[in-house]
């Protein structure tokens, strides 16, 4: 049996009332995808979105999805399902989720989600059912299917914090940015385990000689500790290296060189790319993934695709951990394929279940080379001067001996005449401007 949502009263909030103020400076910006986007506002739109769902304390690479990402730029979601896969990822799972209690991950949601603080808590407590009830997928289906976040924002809007600042009010409201990741319930938990030992009140029952010395020793103890938290573990999986050339012309096929190697082995295959840069592909392009989901002994099949450029068929591969796994592809622009950016994908999928691991977006420049670097619109271009120069130089020819034959004045001549007019013309020109009536 479903728990039905407890109800709960509405308080005053400045997000209930209409707003008709000119928007400037001081209204949030709004980030849609309702209109087509370029690349650049596409990038600005999914930096909105992270700062939204994981605040700026925690805009790190490692909380990057990089999957989602590559969905939102081929269209394959919308923004709210983009909202959802942050909302249901490790990352804010581990940050969010597991640091709080079922009340203060309610309110945080609500903030970041809906874009205002909880009315009362009597809403909190009701959300908080929904949450255990349903657990934390449920929940969030909840929030983006509500009526509340479909009026506000929809499939193509990313949240934000709805009237936070009012006309002629001195100060608004707060950012929800404020609020700590973690409450205070939490915070005793880490001072069990010692991350605060450096408070004052733990040195200052020394004698007045030994307060230096403790005041040291507790800082360095602290930065000890401090430095174990923060560190990072060392990817123990694959790193994946695309080199492709930045420019692609029609008509002439190149290749595509997908590197998948461990981090011992980055030596390797830097001094490769810098020989292929050297030897042949001076604008040779590489997209870096520093860590993946890949381990050694899996059999994956790696494929590229872009619905305007032609790749060779995918591969079956067998990861190996020993060396470098290197896999070449064929790339030939189609022929009906526009000039310009072309975006591609490279896909990493399990050979068997057919789950994708990875998933990288890469870019072309397609040109229409005639030779070597050399456009056809510009071959054309001068190709037309060359032929108009050579009519000129012909029709004066043929003019000069009609003059010599008609005349019998010698071509030198009338070169020489020709020449010394134009000069008297341009020097008159100079010496003496155009007069304009009035003046």
Same mark, same amino acid.
């Given at each position: 049996m479903v728990i039905p949502l407890l109800s709960y009263s509405f308080s005053t909030q400045n997000q209930r009332v209409d707003g008709y103020e000119v928007p400037g400076d001081e209204q949030p910006r709004i980030y849609t995808t309702q209109y087509l986007l370029s690349e650049l506002e596409l990038? =600005?739109?999914?930096?909105?979105?992270?700062?939204?769902?994981?605040? =700026?304390?925690?805009?790190?690479?490692?909380?990057?999805?990089?999957?989602? =990402?590559?969905?939102?730029?081929?269209?394959?979601?919308?923004?709210?399902?983009?909202?959802?896969?942050?909302?249901?990822?490790?990352?804010? $799972?581990?940050?969010? *989720?597991?640091?709080?209690?079922?009340?203060?991950?309610?309110?945080?949601?609500?903030?970041?989600?809906?874009? $205002?603080?909880?009315?009362?808590?009597?809403?909190?407590l009701a959300w908080s059912i929904v949450l255990a009830t349903?657990?934390?997928?449920?929940?969030?289906?909840?929030?983006?299917?509500? =009526?509340?976040?479909?009026k506000n924002? #929809?499939?193509?809007?990313?949240?934000?914090?709805?009237?936070?600042?009012?006309p002629l009010q001195i100060q608004g409201d707060l950012p929800f940015a404020r609020m700590p990741r973690y409450g205070a319930d939490y915070r005793y938990k880490l001072e069990e385990l010692g991350y605060f030992s450096h408070q004052a009140g733990e040195y200052w029952g020394y004698s007045r000689e030994n307060k230096i010395q403790a005041i040291l020793r507790s800082i360095f103890q602290n930065f000890e500790i401090e430095r174990r938290a923060v560190e990072l573990p060392q990817p123990t999986g694959f790193q994946i290296s695309l080199l492709h050339p930045r420019r692609l012309a029609k008509g002439h096929s190149t290749t595509v060189t997908v590197q998948i190697y461990l981090p011992n082995q980055r030596a390797d295959v830097f001094m490769r790319i810098e020989a292929l840069?050297?030897? !042949?592909?001076?604008?040779?392009?590489?997209?870096? !993934? *520093? !860590?993946?989901?890949?381990?050694?002994?899996?059999?994956?099949?790696?494929?590229?695709?872009?619905?305007?450029?032609?790749?060779?068929d995918e591969v079956l591969k067998e990861l190996q951990g020993e060396y470098v796994n290197r896999i070449?592809?064929?790339? &030939?622009?189609?022929?009906?394929?526009?000039?310009?950016?072309? &975006?591609?994908?490279?896909?990493?999928?399990?050979?068997?279940?057919?789950?994708?691991?990875?998933?990288?977006?890469?870019?072309?420049?397609?040109?229409?080379?005639?030779?070597?670097?050399?456009?056809?619109?510009?071959?054309?271009?001068?190709?037309?001067?060359?032929? #108009?120069?050579?009519?000129?130089?012909?029709?004066?020819?043929?003019?000069?001996?009609k003059v010599d034959a008609t005349l019998g004045i010698p071509v030198g001549t009338v070169t020489t005449a020709l020449a010394l007019l134009c000069g008297f013309r341009t020097t008159f020109l100079y010496q003496n401007p155009v007069k304009t009536e009035g003046k």
């Amino acid at each position: 049996m479903v728990i039905p949502l407890l109800s709960y009263s509405f308080s005053t909030q400045n997000q209930r009332v209409d707003g008709y103020e000119v928007p400037g400076d001081e209204q949030p910006r709004i980030y849609t995808t309702q209109y087509l986007l370029s690349e650049l506002e596409l990038d =600005e739109l999914i930096k909105a979105a992270y700062r939204q769902i994981f605040n =700026e304390q925690q805009l790190l690479l490692s909380n990057r999805q990089i999957c989602l =990402e590559s969905q939102l730029r081929f269209g394959q979601i919308t923004v709210r399902e983009f909202v959802r896969g942050l909302l249901l990822s490790d990352s804010f $799972r581990r940050r969010n *989720y597991e640091p709080n209690n079922n009340y203060r991950f309610v309110q945080m949601c609500i903030q970041r989600v809906w874009g $205002r603080e909880v009315y009362d808590n009597r809403e909190k407590l009701a959300w908080s059912i929904v949450l255990a009830t349903k657990g934390l997928q449920g929940f969030v289906d909840a929030l983006l299917s509500s =009526e509340e976040y479909l009026k506000n924002f #929809g499939d193509d809007t990313v949240p934000y914090q709805r009237r936070r600042i009012l006309p002629l009010q001195i100060q608004g409201d707060l950012p929800f940015a404020r609020m700590p990741r973690y409450g205070a319930d939490y915070r005793y938990k880490l001072e069990e385990l010692g991350y605060f030992s450096h408070q004052a009140g733990e040195y200052w029952g020394y004698s007045r000689e030994n307060k230096i010395q403790a005041i040291l020793r507790s800082i360095f103890q602290n930065f000890e500790i401090e430095r174990r938290a923060v560190e990072l573990p060392q990817p123990t999986g694959f790193q994946i290296s695309l080199l492709h050339p930045r420019r692609l012309a029609k008509g002439h096929s190149t290749t595509v060189t997908v590197q998948i190697y461990l981090p011992n082995q980055r030596a390797d295959v830097f001094m490769r790319i810098e020989a292929l840069r050297q030897r !042949s592909i001076p604008e040779l392009v590489e997209n870096y !993934s *520093y !860590s993946s989901s890949l381990i050694p002994g899996m059999t994956v099949i790696i494929k590229l695709f872009s619905p305007a450029i032609n790749f060779s068929d995918e591969v079956l591969k067998e990861l190996q951990g020993e060396y470098v796994n290197r896999i070449t592809f064929t790339v &030939e622009p189609d022929k009906e394929c526009a000039l310009g950016r072309q &975006e591609a994908v490279l896909s990493i999928r399990d050979s068997e279940t057919n789950k994708e691991y990875e998933s990288i977006p890469f870019s072309f420049i397609v040109d229409d080379f005639a030779f070597d670097h050399v456009s056809k619109p510009t071959l054309s271009l001068v190709s037309s001067g060359v032929t #108009g120069i050579g009519s000129l130089a012909l029709f004066t020819l043929t003019f000069l001996q009609k003059v010599d034959a008609t005349l019998g004045i010698p071509v030198g001549t009338v070169t020489t005449a020709l020449a010394l007019l134009c000069g008297f013309r341009t020097t008159f020109l100079y010496q003496n401007p155009v007069k304009t009536e009035g003046k």
